[in-house]
């Protein structure tokens, strides 16, 4: 049935029913003017918003209603993790045509409850908003941080060492997968609404990247907020800043070099690339660097702690989350981003990666 | 300049310059993942989110950018205002195309942190998303409130009272005036997407209702989120459910009606109009009604009160904030809303008022 043919309020009603009760930290949960959580005492608040485009952050071809709102809340809560926060409650805003399906924002509010769910937060509230266009998701997340104890991107200090979790480049390999653009990785967002898939491969089974494939647009798919880590992270006084990784490696690292006051220096050589990754960009006769580089949406953490404390967290991220940390880079006196080859020479950076406004 | 030919993080310094500093409760504001709030100790959180989509809510030719981002921010601290919340932080988020001037996105941006501060938040973060396609403002608004001290639209009780504050009916009637179609007034947001203002009559400031236009044109552009009743209101026990009215008085008590599990009788002749709101009408041989009973976006609070404390509630709000408070109905055993006429027939209700997916 058409949104347009039911109403609002039995709209509504649907959605308390799948949402159940309140818990948690929700105390008022949908169905009043305002969704009312519980701070638990002496903790600061972290809120953070998201927006997700249609044709800009994804595409439905690509992705199940559920796993689109999965995503938008996935991505949001990455940005409660950049600050070391514990989630709490999220909202979910639909701007939707009123010509869709109901199952349609049904399974967006579902893939969305459910990411919350995973992490500790709740689907608190949000608005259903009637539009012409492209479907839209936009996420509130909130979370609680110790003050004080909240990671920002502002403290790096020269002689820090730059740490990165995970691996990077798989989401752009997958997003590169799924438009079939392979070799337009600079400036994933850009590529989106320009090209329709026209080229897309079709990856059969048995082809020995097909396991490549399926992994890295699960990576695209399914990003992984990193907030255990960027809880743990919090704790430590020698990490000095953080940020998540959604705009590109250089991009993002350049965020921290100018709110921390100083420049960053990354080796190429030492950039993690997942096994996924370099097989698919062999396979392509392609170097995998860019997609690492300005692909963005990894959503891994990048961060920056002192270089004497660096192996302790990168043993205790290992052996409490599974996760590995690597050393990328070091931060210097200066200004902006600088990537070494390991000849020596730096890679001049081609201006990619997210950037809300342009799109090369 | 357009912002396609500015960056992001340029664009981004120009924000930070505009709005300054971290302050109030806002610990660490715009330019990190996230913003982070100091929480009052011993108080819950109120969480809200609003959109404001252009064509949908506001026209470009009625509202200057300060003006459509002051009132997108006073539309979403009106959600705070009806959980009797005490504002804390705003986020603004721009949906805007690449091909628009920065000078809009400021000024939309200025206008959000002048309503803000005006209600004693602080704009603490957002977002800028470019994409094609008309113009949204997504606003997060967030407030704190003494736990189970906050207003819910779910404890009415039969035998309470239902009071109004303000007047009714006011930006139906600017909206009307702004669009110039005067006899489409039910269901406000249905008429502004489809008539073009194309019957837009011109008001002469010599014609005896050129005054009276302007007023009800100012309460559609710069609503007034009753935040200091609110709170007035939530330090009562005798008030028992309360809601701001954004859809129109019928559909909204229909909300509390709803939510509390009752009915709610109202009285048409006792449903306070303004002098222009009245004045307007009788020139227009219209009937002002369907103005407040179906118009919506007035934000005025509508709630439900023990009929003993009423007099003493209206006194205080009368005397503490020179905010007229009415009696307007009670609240019975049943369920749904009945408009009564004073000779004792019941206006049969319009399918009116805001509805997210209904155009009619």
């Known amino acids: 049935m058409r949104l347009r043919d039911t109403s609002e309020v039995e709209f509504l009603r649907g959605v308390r029913q799948l949402l159940g009760e309140a818990g948690g930290r929700v105390r008022l949960g949908i169905g009043d003017d305002a969704a009312v959580i519980d701070c638990p005492p002496g903790r600061s608040l972290v809120?953070?918003?998201?927006?997700?485009?249609?044709?800009?952050?994804?595409?439905?071809?690509?992705?199940?209603?559920?796993?689109?709102?999965?995503?938008?809340?996935?991505?949001?809560?990455?940005?409660?993790?950049?600050?070391?926060?514990?989630?709490?409650?999220?909202?979910?805003?639909?701007?939707?045509?009123?010509?869709?399906?109901?199952?349609?924002?049904?399974?967006?509010?579902?893939?969305?409850?459910?990411?919350?769910?995973?992490?500790?937060?709740?689907?608190?509230?949000?608005?259903?908003?009637?539009?012409?266009?492209?479907?839209?998701?936009?996420?509130?997340?909130?979370?609680?941080?110790?003050?004080?104890?909240?990671?920002?991107?502002?403290?790096?200090?020269?002689?820090?060492?730059?740490?990165?979790?995970?691996?990077?480049?798989?989401?752009?390999?997958?997003?590169?997968?799924?438009?079939?653009?392979?070799?337009?990785?600079?400036?994933?967002?850009?590529?989106?609404?320009?090209?329709?898939?026209?080229?897309?491969?079709?990856?059969?089974?048995?082809?020995?990247?097909?396991?490549?494939?399926?992994?890295?647009?699960?990576?695209?798919?399914?990003?992984?907020?990193?907030?255990?880590?960027?809880?743990?992270?919090?704790?430590?006084?020698?990490?000095?800043?953080?940020?998540?990784?959604?705009?590109?490696?250089?991009?993002?690292?350049?965020?921290?070099?100018e709110q921390s006051g100083v420049a960053i220096v990354l080796h190429t050589e030492t950039i993690p690339l997942s096994t996924e990754c370099r097989t698919l960009a062999e396979h392509l006769g392609l170097d995998p660097l860019p997609w690492a580089l300005t692909g963005g949406e990894d959503f891994e953490l990048l961060f920056c702690v002192r270089s004497d404390a660096a192996p302790a967290i990168a043993r205790l991220a290992h052996d409490s989350l599974g996760l590995p940390l690597t050393t990328i880079g070091e931060v210097t006196e200066g200004h902006g981003v600088c990537v070494m080859h390991p000849d020596g020479t730096d890679l001049p950076l081609r201006q990619g990666g997210w950037d809300q406004f342009r799109s090369t």
Chains 1, 2 share one sequence.
């Open 47 to 257: 809120l953070t918003c998201d927006a997700s485009v249609e044709g800009r952050h994804f595409r439905r071809e690509w992705l199940s209603p559920h796993e689109i709102g999965e995503r938008a809340v996935r991505c949001a809560l990455s940005d409660l993790a950049a600050m070391g926060a514990e989630p709490a409650a999220i909202l979910l805003t639909l701007i939707i045509s009123p010509d869709e399906d109901a199952a349609l924002a049904q399974g967006l509010i579902e893939g969305g409850a459910q990411a919350a769910e995973t992490f500790g937060a709740r689907l608190a509230g949000g608005e259903t908003v009637g539009r012409e266009g492209p479907l839209e998701l936009d996420v509130v997340a909130t979370g609680f941080v110790e003050p004080g104890r909240e990671l920002t991107r502002s403290g790096a200090c020269p002689g820090d060492v730059v740490m990165v979790s995970g691996t990077l480049g798989d989401s752009a390999a997958g997003l590169a997968a799924l438009t079939g653009t392979w070799d337009a990785v600079a400036g994933s967002a850009g590529t989106l609404a320009g090209s329709g898939g026209s080229r897309r491969r079709s990856w059969d089974r048995a082809h020995p990247c097909a396991h490549a494939v399926e992994a890295v647009i699960a990576r695209y798919k399914r990003p992984e907020p990193r907030l255990a880590l960027g809880q743990l992270l919090g704790r430590s006084d020698a990490v000095h800043a953080a940020i998540d990784i959604s705009d590109g490696l250089a991009r993002d690292a350049g965020h921290l070099a």
